[in-house]
């Protein structure tokens, strides 16, 4: 790997408590051809002092202080002049990198010749949020990198996560006084850059915590981020990337401030002042006109987009007090509907309440029959949930089946208990195998085996679903015998049932098709032809009811896959009717703990993926620029896997 001469920049300002810890970082980088400056903004605790002895320390480490406190914008454009290095990074002293950091960034910059190299975000929360999981935010999505694709970001213009060229900085100063002093530099110098690099090898870990200067900015202060875009509008007027780019900056940078800054201000008078003053500000971008707000807006749900509407209607009419009455009213509302409501996610869920729930369901009408198959492994914790989810479904249950496969938990005392309660109310089955099967697609050749329903759902047993699931997913089913297939939208839920992701469209349309933003039934095999050839667009078992049949021969197919047996089970079943999709997510799939995968896993997951695209193609006449989309796809997995040693 190539060396270039890199310097490190890190303000501080009272992070007396971080300094040791990230030096630690800084010191064990397995990367080491840098420099470090700290510079102290005048901090009101110990920062100073304990940078001068780290100083002593560590032999890469600079110290320069402020003579008064400046803001973060002028202490990086000052230490930047103190360096003659090619390249800028920057860090907070109180996040965290990994070891491999900058090698990997510096691999990038290098392999790529690049101006710049960016990579992807860990973004952590602090005691001071309750318990909020961590989520990564990918920063590019397109290889090769394309500049609108790192714009369209929250946190594109965030200066950590990157090594910038020090010509472009410097042509691209931080903004001075204000708080956002970011955007003009780093946009600024993603614009003019001639070449980014991207690595997913590495991730920064942004650490939001409560005591940060951001956080425990007041919300007025916070407008300085109109005067950091104009601000970079303005030394870019001529620059065709910004005019391209320009909704997608404002929305990002303004309108999500709005949504997400103003609207949750608790005092009604200062809210109405600041929805009069993001009006005011606001209006020469013509926000109301932003592709991207729109989409915002037709992306929540009906109660919350009327609630947008009303407000955003009322402000353009200039009625910001009755703007903020209305904000005021929904807070009420939202507060007394959390203390009267039931969480989507029930927790505390007793025998009794299985059995309440069990009582209820022989009361429904049966519309069909409908066998809920419940495959589980060392999913004890969530057996109740689960069965919970599935017994408060608005269609009638006509049996659950449990299928356990030699879970080392306490997953059978659970169904034992289960099955012992619920037998006098529902017909219900507790299965238990001899031995591991090894493969989840045996489970499931059981449950189709043992049911004696029309219909079949695969209810995984860590996941939940709405109480509305089975009614909407049905209904098509329902009015058209020839579907064989019909499955909802899906979210992921973290361990704790909180939502980490609203939808999986952006995830399963690939090729921005829009064909999964509204209902429909479609022909099997035009399904197939024209979207299920590049990926699989099921994101989970549990979000599919089945038209009962024999799927013994498609199962033991599946089950010669390790990665994408799934895939091949779906388009086997789509091939004999007709599909029905549902656009709400009444599915929630659970994610837990780490996703990391190996190179093997991503070796053998890109080889099953040509797989299960070649049996596609070759058994299919597939739309005419599939091989186009194939090969993209197949390209991409193989830069972000760094699948380099693969044909």
């Not at 064990?28 to 840098?34: M, P, S, W």
């Not at 070891?99 to 691999?107: A, D, G, M, R, S």
């Not at 860990?122 to 999505?141: L, Q, R, S, W």
Request: proline share 2%.
């Amino acid at each position: 790997m190539k060396k270039i001469k890199l310097t490190i920049i890190v303000p501080v300002y009272n992070g007396e408590n971080y300094i040791e810890a990230i030096c630690m970082q800084l010191n064990n980088q397995t990367y080491k051809d840098f420099d470090v400056i700290f510079i102290d903004d005048c901090s009101k605790d110990n920062s100073y002092q304990k940078l001068k002895e780290v100083e002593k320390k560590y032999d890469f480490i600079k110290v320069i202080k402020n003579k008064e406190n400046q803001g973060a914008g002028y202490s990086r454009n000052y230490a930047i002049k103190q360096t003659n290095s090619e390249y800028i990074s920057f860090i907070d002293c109180d996040d965290e990198i990994p070891t491999n950091y900058f090698e990997e960034l510096v691999k990038a910059i290098t392999s790529e010749k690049a101006d710049m190299a960016l990579c992807d975000v860990k973004i952590t929360y602090d005691m001071g949020f309750g318990e909020v999981p961590d989520f990564y935010n990918n920063t590019c999505h397109k290889i090769p990198v394309e500049k609108s694709d790192i714009i369209h970001n929250d946190i594109a213009a965030a200066a950590w996560n990157k090594i910038i060229k020090r010509e472009l900085i410097l042509k691209n100063p931080f903004s001075e006084g204000i708080i956002n002093e970011d955007i003009p530099a780093i946009i600024g110098s993603i614009l003019d850059a001639k070449k980014i690099a991207y690595t997913n090898k590495t991730f920064y870990t942004y650490i939001q915590r409560k005591s940060s200067v951001q956080n425990g900015t007041k919300i007025q202060k916070k407008f300085d981020v109109f005067q950091a875009v104009d601000e970079l509008i303005k030394r870019k007027s001529n620059n065709k990337i910004l005019k391209d780019n320009i909704d997608a900056i404002v929305y990002h940078q303004l309108i999500l401030f709005l949504f997400f800054g103003i609207i949750a201000v608790e005092n009604d008078h200062e809210r109405s002042r600041h929805l009069k003053q993001f009006e005011e500000s606001c209006k020469k971008y013509n926000y109301r006109q932003n592709k991207y707000y729109w989409s915002f807006i037709d992306s929540q749900r009906r109660k919350i987009k009327y609630y947008y509407k009303i407000i955003l209607k009322l402000m353009k009419l200039h009625l910001f007090h009755c703007a903020s009455f209305i904000i005021s009213l929904g807070n009420w509302y939202s507060k007394v509907q959390k203390s009267l409501k039931k969480s989507m996610i029930k927790h505390d869920i007793t025998l009794d309440d299985l059995i309440f729930m069990a009582k209820k369901n022989q009361k429904r009408k049966l519309r069909a029959t409908i066998s809920v198959v419940i495959p589980n492994y060392n999913y004890a914790n969530f057996l109740y949930q689960r069965i919970y989810s599935i017994l408060y479904q608005q269609e009638k249950i006509s049996e659950i089946i449990i299928l356990d496969d030699c879970s080392k938990d306490n997953s059978r005392e659970v169904i034992d208990e289960v099955y012992q309660k619920l037998s006098p109310f529902i017909s219900i089955q507790k299965v238990y195998n001899k031995n591991n099967s090894g493969s989840p697609f045996k489970q499931w050749e059981k449950g189709f085996s043992l049911a004696k329903s029309d219909y079949v759902w695969i209810a995984e047993a860590d996941d939940y679903s709405s109480s509305k699931f089975l009614n909407q997913v049905i209904e098509p089913m329902i009015e058209d015998k020839e579907i064989v297939l019909s499955y909802c939208d899906t979210s992921y839920i973290h361990t704790n049932g909180i939502t980490l992701t609203k939808t999986v469209k952006d995830l399963i349309d690939i090729m921005e098709t829009g064909h999964w933003d509204q209902d429909y039934v479609n022909d099997g095999l035009d399904e197939i032809k024209n979207y299920e050839f590049l990926n699989c667009t099921i994101a989970n078992v549990s979000s599919v009811i089945f038209k009962k049949d024999n799927y013994k021969s498609e199962l033991q197919e599946a089950g010669t896959f390790k990665q994408c047996g799934d895939w091949y089970f779906y388009f086997s079943v789509m091939k004999k009717g007709k599909v029905a999709y549902c656009a709400s997510s009444y599915n929630y799939c659970r994610l837990h703990g780490s996703n990391s995968t190996t190179n093997l896993k991503k070796k053998i997951h890109y080889e099953e993926i040509k797989r299960v695209q070649k049996i596609i193609s070759d058994e299919f006449t597939v739309r005419k620029d599939a091989k186009k989309h194939i090969k993209s796809r197949l390209d991409y997995l193989k830069e972000v896997w760094d699948l380099t040693d693969i044909d």
